[in-house]
Nanobody
Framework: SGSAAGVWGGLVQAGGSLRLSCASY????????MGWFRQVPGKEREFVAA????????TYADSVKGRFTISRDRTKSTVLLQMNSLKPEDTAVYYC?????????????????WGQGTLVTVSS
């Protein structure tokens, strides 16, 4: 199995904010691109945001652009997803993942290690 990553979600009201934190272990290192994905039960997992190896480049799904911010602290091997102006449609299980390489990617097939996922619930 790959390295694990920790993610902590929660329950928040619509319009509120929540920050997800993902701590990667040694196997992923600090030179991998990182991403966040989410999945609603009964639907396919979808891309949310990604960041390249040094944090210099980021990309977002259109549905979260302007509301979510991905960042990373390479010294601590952590990746954060700051989620603002949350909507009920953001309710999903969120997954942190480490890419195979260092470059930015939205493709799930390019991610090698996946966290266990955490539920984010946004109430209306």
């Amino acid at each position: 199995s790959g390295s694990a990553a920790g993610v902590w979600g929660g329950l928040v009201q619509a319009g509120g904010s929540l920050r997800l934190s993902c701590a990667s272990y040694k196997r992923t290192g600090s030179n991998n691109a990182m991403g966040w994905f989410r999945q609603v039960p009964g639907k396919e997992r979808e891309f949310v945001a990604a960041i390249n190896w040094n944090g210099g480049s980021t990309t977002y799904a259109d549905s979260v652009k302007g509301r979510f911010t991905i960042s990373r602290d390479r010294t601590k091997s952590t990746v954060l997803l700051q989620m603002n102006s949350l909507k009920p449609e953001d309710t999903a299980v969120y997954y942190c993942a480490a890419a195979r390489g260092s470059m930015l990617t939205m493709l799930q097939s390019e991610y090698r290690y996946w966290g266990q996922g955490t539920l984010v619930t946004v109430s209306s």
